[in-house]
């Protein structure tokens, strides 16, 4: 049996790599630092779907798209939280 150079036997190999993935993950990393409230359901969205796909078979990097979504999850409650702490008048660090 021969093979002809840069193919595979295992199925794992040739499935598509997962751009909804990569992009969820980007979005909910670049997310912590700036434009969480955009960012943040970006990365959601484009997790979903590429757990989605890689669910199908479509696609592979379902843990990928999972941190995704969990960081785009964070981005958006460190906006909650700091929306309540800039309508409640800010921090406050005096102490007595």
Known sequence: MTYSYGTSRS???RAKSNPMAVAALVC???GLFVLSVVLGPLA???????????????ARNHGIALAGVI???IDVVLFVIAMIAVSNGGFSWHIG
């Open 11 to 13: 199925p794992q190999a």
């Open 44 to 58: 959601i969205v484009f997790g979903s779907l590429g757990m989605r796909n890689a669910d199908r078979g479509a």
């Open 71 to 73: 960081l785009g999850a």
């Open 28 to 30: 909910g990393i670049v």
